[in-house]
């Protein structure tokens, strides 16, 4: 579908367009979760991020953590019905001695049963993605945030195409793509269907769906008025009619949402929830999500 087609849809009735969407939606709903294994003082200016050494927030700080750390995690986070574990790491792209820890996560990661390797370690070269291919990484999370056109507005260290030149190096590696979004930056609702059709363009086996949690001290800490409910949910199952062979995976910022919007997105555009805690905002219970996937009668996704 072209950009024209996709907007008339946007603007129908809301419960007609969901009624379209679902007829893409499985009724899997499958879990993953992610260990924050850098973070802070990261050098670029994100205007979202906590991260950012741009700006004075007051998250907590620390280097990589150990490997322990992260397999007992991992094993944690198996317990709750999780199968894709993700380390994620704050920073542009890893130095070599972080990223040769990082790549001992992975190989200690693949030994645990019932557990997928998933990363996210920002902006890679070449011979990263080639690394972490050889050390069976099974997907590679890299966002492109929001439409090429918007992302001058949302960052200036790195452009669009680094986000996208690194997507290209995971698929050309063999690896799963996870690649998705931020709603509610102050893109309009035409850079929202630029956003579905790029990630059409870029084929992920994943798009994970964060909706902005304003965070003291950025420069979008006002922003609570970018996106409503309805407008999240008419993204939502835009962004599943034109990746219908993507999951769509609720991550950051659903909270924003109802309990019975999310549900109500779960029945007609996405089939993956991001359980726990985030990287510096807190989620929902893995409890909570599980009693969710069985009041809507959804099978939860095992290895």
Known sequence: ?????????????LDELLKISSKYVKND???????NARSGKCSQN????AQSSHYRTDIEEYPLIKTEEVIKAANEAK???????????SGKSPDEENFDKILEFIDELNKL?????????????????????QHGLKRFHHNINTSESYYGE?????????????CKLVKKYGMELCCGVILGMGEAIEQRIEMALELSEIEPESIPINILMPIPKTPFENYHDKIDEENVLRTLAIFKIANPN???????GRMR????????????????????NYLTTTGKSPKEDIETVKKLKKHLVTI
């Not at 993507?246 to 950051?252: E, K, P, Q, V």
């Not at 949402?257 to 726990?276: D, F, I, P, R, W």
Request: glycine fraction near 6%; hydrophobic fraction near 40%; proline fraction near 0%.
């Open 1 to 13: 579908m072209n950009k024209e087609e996709l907007l008339k849809l946007y603007n129908m009735d």
């Open 29 to 35: 709903v499958e879990f993953c979760s992610l260990v």
């Open 46 to 49: 994100c205007k979202y991020c």
């Open 79 to 89: 317990e709750n019905g999780v199968i894709r574990f993700a380390v994620v790491t």
């Open 113 to 133: 049963e019932g557990i997928r390797s998933c990363a996210s370690i920002g902006i890679l070269n070449e011979e990263q993605a080639k690394l972490l291919a």
């Open 154 to 166: 949302i960052c200036t260290t790195h452009s669009w195409q680094d986000r996208l030149n690194t």
């Open 246 to 252: 993507s999951i769509l995976r609720f991550c950051g």
């Open 257 to 276: 949402l109802s309990n019975e919007n999310q549900e109500l997105a779960l029945k007609t555009c996405v089939e993956g929830l991001m359980t726990g």
